[in-house]
C-alpha cells in the first residue's frame, strides 16, 4: 500500500507539491496503520476564507469523515484566532478547511498547527512554502504540541522529495517537544547532514508561518498593533476588512428594507 500510494504520488494522481509558493495551501503528513506497519505520506490541506459569520467550515465533518479529535482539533483554531486577532472587534470571517482526495476519513489533531498555516496565508494572501510538509497539533495560545509517528512522516515526505529530486530545500516542520522521539533511517539522517533535507524544530505558530513564508510573523505592539507587513498585520487587517465590511453590508440591507416599507 506504501509503494502504491508513492506511485500515485509519482505519477500525479495524488496531487502534491514539493516545489514552489502557493496560498491558502500546504503539505500536512499524515500516518496510515496497516495491520502492525506504519507509514507517513503527505496530504494536500487547503484553505479558503471570505466575509462572513459561519466561522471555521470543517470540510470533513460536514462529509461525515472527520473523528471526534480532528473536530477538537479545529475548534480550537477557532480559540486561536479569536485570542490573537479579535479582541477589538468580532471575528466576521467564513472559512473552509478541506483534506485533498481524502476519502478515507481523517482523525487527529496533528495537523492543527497545518491548518492555521493554510489560513493565514488566506487571510494574508502571502504564499506558504510547497517544499515544506508540516505536522504539530496547536492549543489556543499558538503553541505547537508534540504529536505521534513523527519519524514516519518525515520519511513519508523525504522519500516524495527524494523520487522527484532533492533540492537542499525541501523539510519539515515538527514540534521542538518530538525532538527527542526522532529516530530516523540512516539515509535521511545522511540527507540532513549533508543540508539536502532540513527538519526545523518550532514551538509556536509564530515561529512555524516565518520558516513556512519567509516572512516577519510579527510582534504585537504596545499600542496594540502588529508590525506593519507582517503576517499578523495582514491577517489583523483582513479581519478588520471582514468586520467593516460585514457592517456596512448590514446596514445598506437595512436602508433597503427600510426604503421598501
Sequence with gaps: IEEHMQEMIDRETLMIDVAGEVVGQVNGLA??????YLFGKPSRI????????AGIINIEREAEMSGSTHNKGVLILSGYLREKYARDKPLSMSASIAFEQSYGGVDGDSASSTEIYALLSSLSGVPLRQ???????????????????????????????????????????????????????????????????????????????????GKKAGEKQPEGSYLKGAINFLVNEKLKE???????????????????L
Design 31 to 36: 500516518v496510515y496503520p496497516v495491520a502492525d
Design 131 to 213: 517544499d515544506i510538509a508540516v505536522t504539530g497539533s496547536v492549543n489556543q495560545k499558538g503553541e505547537i504540541q508534540a504529536i505521534g509517528g513523527v519519524n514516519q512522516k518525515n520519511e513519508g515526505f523525504y522519500d516524495c522529495c527524494r523520487k522527484i529530486g532533492l533540492t537542499g530545500h525541501q523539510g519539515v516542520l515538527i514540534p521542538q517537544s518530538n525532538v527527542k522521539d526522532l529516530m530516523l533511517r540512516k539515509d535521511v539522517v545522511k540527507a540532513v547532514k549533508n543540508k539536502k533535507y532540513h527538519i526545523y524544530a518550532v514551538k509556536t505558530i509564530d515561529e512555524g508561518i516565518e520558516i513556512s513564508t
Design 46 to 53: 487547503t484553505a479558503s476564507t471570505a466575509m462572513g459569520r
Design 242 to 260: 471582514f468586520a467593516e465590511g460585514l457592517k456596512a453590508f448590514a446596514e445598506k440591507k437595512e436602508l433597503l428594507n427600510h426604503e421598501r
